[in-house]
C-alpha cells in the first residue's frame, strides 16, 4: 500500500501502527464530544438577558443625580454614591450569579 503524503511503501507494522492510533484518534474525539456535548452548552444560552443590560439604568441616574443637587452639593454626593455603591453591589452580584 502507497502513502499519499510521502511517496513510500508501508510496512505491515507502519500499517497498525496508524490503524491503532486512528481508532485511539477516534475514542478520544468520541469523550471529548460526550463531554462538550454534557457541559458545553447551559441552559438558555444565546436568548437576552435583561438583568445584564440594567446597568444603561444606573448610568442616566448618576447624571441626573450630579445635574440635580447642584444647589445642595451634600445630599448630591450622597445620593451619588449611594447610586454608585447599588450600581457596584449590583455588579459583583451578576458576576457571582446570584440573578
Given at each position: 500500500m502507497e502513502?499519499?503524503?510521502r511517496g513510500k511503501v508501508l510496512t505491515p507494522e507502519e500499517r497498525e501502527a496508524r490503524a491503532k492510533l486512528k481508532s485511539h484518534f477516534r475514542a478520544q474525539q468520541q469523550r471529548s464530544n460526550q463531554i462538550q456535548t454534557l457541559y458545553g452548552q447551559r441552559?438558555?444560552?444565546?436568548?437576552l438577558n435583561l438583568i445584564y443590560m440594567s446597568p444603561l439604568l444606573f448610568m442616566p441616574a448618576l447624571l441626573v443625580s450630579r445635574l440635580a443637587f447642584r444647589k445642595n452639593p451634600?445630599?448630591?454626593d450622597k445620593v451619588f454614591k449611594a447610586t454608585l455603591g447599588v450600581g457596584v453591589a449590583h455588579g459583583l452580584a451578576c458576576i457571582a450569579g446570584f440573578y
Open positions: 502513502d499519499i503524503n441552559e438558555g444560552a444565546g436568548e451634600r445630599l448630591g
